[in-house]
């Protein structure tokens, strides 16, 4: 009867063992899970930032305005007859 109280009770250990530190256990799943969520975050704002550059790529396409405008604040681009001012401020 001690033998099967014990035999039992080592089942019960290993079971535990398993489901917490095993190979699938509880501790594991718990890290994939914080994982995937930060994955999911990653994800959705690069999702964010995909549609933003797809809304300019059309914006492109469509008009010449924002070429323009592209055109005026990366490179500098300035119209004939018009007049350039630079505001400096001081720190």
């Known amino acids: 009867m001690r033998a099967i109280v014990v035999l039992l009770f080592l089942a019960v250990f290993f079971l535990q ?10 501790v594991k799943v718990q890290a994939l899970q914080e994982q995937i969520a930060n994955q999911q975050q990653v994800n959705q704002e690069l999702a964010r930032r995909n549609q933003q550059l797809y809304a300019e790529v059309e914006d492109l396409k469509q008009g010449l305005a924002a070429v323009e405008e592209h055109a005026r604040s990366d490179l500098g681009m300035v119209k004939p007859n018009e007049t350039f001012y630079q505001l400096v401020e001081k720190p």
Do not use: M
């Not at 063992?17 to 509880?26: I, L, N, R, S, T």
């Open 17 to 26: 063992y398993q489901y917490w530190f095993g190979d699938a256990g509880q």
